[in-house]
Structure formats: structure tokens, C-alpha cells
């Protein structure tokens, strides 16, 4: 069975602090996606890493796949209220036939508080 | 909008109803997926279609549970015989079908409920 665990599943902070949220799996991933959702949305996606050890910045955002292709990072500098959401991580497994199966993490629900 | 459409946004069935819901991909993408989100989870995966060929299914979808794309463009899932655990968000993704990444772009979702 694969699995992406993702930490923390709650975040409470202030604006303008920094936070780390980490996604970690046994399984090799072809590419790793990061979503945000919103409440009664679909997710939206935000960065998509293909490369082993491979950095995305995304303004405030930082976006990290691991050596190995098995973890990801998402670092958000000086968060905002706006940042407030759920971030997903999703990894990609690619069965023969050459389409993606996204496997999610169940989520980090971020509450940036002003 | 060219995004990803999905039909009904809610639904509130009552147990044993059946229920269909419809997903409009984006245009020309031949990829499409199905997933389902429960309270607190990420989405699971369900089904898969290229073009009109229903390639992959989860052992998620039970045998209530059917997904057809019959022109390759739209798709719809129905449910039959619903049970309260049947309760989800059922999301629907679009992919163009190109090597490496093929990012999947959701739909808004359709909320069911079933009482």
C-alpha cells in the first residue's frame, strides 16, 4: 500500500512567522505535486517537482524533493493571512501505461493568524 | 472558463437513492480521473480514463459504483443504492497526456450527502 504521510495536520501561527510542512513516503514517486484547498473547492494546483533534489520558489513559498524522489518540503517564509488553507501533497505513481495516480497526503491545515 | 467543470456542486440523496454526477474536463485533455474526499483526508483515487477507456479502477469502487466517458470527453460516475458511507467530496481531474508530469487539474468537486 502506498502511503504519503504528511506533517503537521494543523498549523496555528501569527503573521510573519516562518513554517515547515513535510511529506514522507516509502514509495518512489515519478513527480510530486503540491495543491492548495479551499473549503467546498477542488484542490489548486501550486508547484509540480520532477527531479530528485530538485528547489521550486514560488514567491514566499519553497518547495523541495527529496534525493531520493521519496519526500517533499514546503517552506513558507513571512506567512500571511491569505496563506491560511489546506495543503495538499500528492504523489505521483505511474502505472504501465504511462498516466499518473496521484497518491495524497491527508493534508496541513494552515490558520495564519494577523 | 476553461477549467474543469463538474456537475451537480451539491448533492443530498436519501439512502438507497441513486445518484449521477457529471464532469466536464478540460478542452482536448484525454486523461481523466476520479477521486473522492472524505472529511479530514486527502482525496483517494477511484478511476482513470483515457480517451473513452476506462483503464484503471480502485477496489474503492464498488460494484455500486460506475464511471463512463462514452465520446472521450465528458464523464460521469453514478452511485447506486447509496449509503451514509458513501457521504464524500467526488473530485474530478483532467491531464493533457504529456510525458513527465502531466499535472492534473481538479474540478470543484461535488459534495454529496446522504442521509
Known amino acids: 500500500t502506498q502511503l504519503l504521510e504528511q506533517s503537521p495536520q494543523f498549523l496555528s501561527i501569527q503573521e510573519g512567522e516562518n513554517l515547515t510542512v513535510y511529506c514522507n513516503s516509502s514509495?518512489?514517486?515519478?513527480?510530486l505535486q503540491w495543491y492548495r484547498q479551499e473549503p467546498g473547492e477542488g484542490p489548486v494546483l501550486l508547484v509540480t517537482?520532477?527531479?530528485?533534489?530538485e528547489v521550486k520558489k514560488l514567491k514566499r513559498l519553497t518547495f523541495q524533493f527529496g534525493d531520493a524522489r521519496k519526500d517533499s518540503s514546503l517552506h513558507i517564509t513571512a506567512a500571511q493571512p491569505g496563506d491560511t488553507g489546506l495543503y495538499l501533497c500528492a504523489g505521483a505513481l505511474s502505472p504501465s501505461g504511462g498516466y499518473n495516480k496521484l497518491i495524497f497526503g491527508a493534508g496541513t491545515r494552515l490558520a495564519v493568524h494577523p | 472558463d476553461t477549467g474543469v467543470s463538474q456537475n451537480p456542486r451539491h448533492k443530498i440523496t436519501k439512502r438507497g437513492q441513486n445518484v449521477t454526477f457529471r464532469c466536464d474536463p478540460i478542452s482536448e485533455h484525454n486523461r481523466l480521473y476520479w477521486y473522492r474526499q472524505t472529511l479530514g483526508q486527502g482525496p483517494e483515487f477511484l478511476t482513470y480514463f483515457q480517451n473513452e477507456a476506462q483503464l484503471e479502477k480502485s477496489r474503492l469502487l464498488s460494484d455500486r459504483f460506475s464511471a463512463e466517458r462514452p465520446k472521450g470527453s465528458f464523464s460521469t460516475l453514478e452511485i447506486q443504492r447509496t449509503e451514509q458511507g458513501d457521504s464524500a467530496m467526488y473530485l474530478c481531474?483532467?491531464?493533457?497526456?504529456?510525458?513527465?508530469?502531466?499535472?492534473?487539474?481538479f474540478g470543484p468537486g461535488t459534495r454529496l450527502t446522504v442521509l
Open positions: 517537482v520532477v527531479t530528485g533534489g
Open positions: 514509495s518512489v514517486f515519478s513527480s
Open positions: 481531474a483532467s491531464s493533457a497526456g504529456q510525458a513527465s508530469t502531466d499535472t492534473q487539474y
